[in-house]
């Protein structure tokens, strides 16, 4: 199976920060990776896929870049509906795994 | 538009069965995987499995390969995640997912979730 992690596990920031999540699979997997924001209590919500590929209605703060092994999902301008917990997703071979997640809260 | 729709909370007893359901509409449903993800009180997302209706290939995460069974209708676009014997430590929110696109097994969107309480 391959295994996701992520850094950090928690981050606080202010609003209009940039911020940077790192994601690592164990194997390559080129660029079949995903990124979900989940909110509390409420279901995941997909917001990069491919990569880099931004999901339709997702605003254009948001952005991923990597292949490979290594991966990152950047907010360019922190706003405070984005503090939510992010998870990436392996996507390049079964069985599906995430990572841990990343909780981002507002400063 | 797509929607996934899934049944109400349970509250279940150790030993008991389980059927959650997951109602699809607004596409083909024999064209795109259906995935379940566990979620565990305060913690991560887990993949448990996926199907793909049109021809019922299912792949479990071997952590719940023969803990559960995923299967899908398409008489009625409803996708299903069953437990023949319920374990306390079964209480999670369950929720479904739709493959994203025809390529690549990122998903959206998503059902509401389904909570499961397992308590004697």
């Known amino acids: 199976d391959i295994q996701m992690t992520q850094s950090p596990s928690s981050v606080s920031a202010s609003v209009g920060d940039r911020v940077t999540i790192s994601c690592r699979a164990s194997?390559?997997?080129?660029?079949?990776l995903a990124w979900y924001q989940q909110k509390p209590g409420k279901a995941p919500k997909l917001l990069i896929y491919a990569a880099s590929s931004l999901q339709s209605g997702v605003p254009s703060r948001f952005s991923g870049s990597g292949s490979g092994t290594d991966f990152t999902l950047t907010i360019s301008s922190l706003q405070p509906e984005d503090s939510a917990t992010y998870y990436c997703?392996?996507?390049?071979?079964?069985?599906?795994?995430f990572g841990p997640g990343t909780k981002v809260d507002i400063k | 538009e797509v929607h996934l729709v899934q049944s109400g909370a349970e509250v279940k007893k150790p030993g008991e069965s389980l059927k959650i359901s997951c109602k699809t509409s607004g596409y083909n449903f024999n064209d795109y995987w259906i995935g379940w993800v566990r979620q565990m009180p305060g913690k991560g997302l887990e993949w448990m499995g996926v199907i793909f209706p049109g021809d019922s290939d299912t792949r479990y995460s071997p952590s719940f390969q023969g803990q559960v069974t995923i299967s899908a209708d398409k008489s009625v676009n409803t996708a299903y995640l069953q437990w023949n014997s319920l374990r306390a430590s079964d209480t999670a929110m369950y929720f479904c997912?739709?493959?994203?696109?025809?390529?690549?097994?990122?998903?959206?969107?998503w059902g509401q979730g389904t909570l499961v309480t397992v308590s004697s």
């Open positions: 997912a739709r493959q994203a696109y025809n390529i690549g097994l990122w998903f959206d969107p």
């Open positions: 194997q390559g997997i080129s660029s079949w």
């Open positions: 997703q392996q996507a390049n071979s079964f069985p599906l795994t």
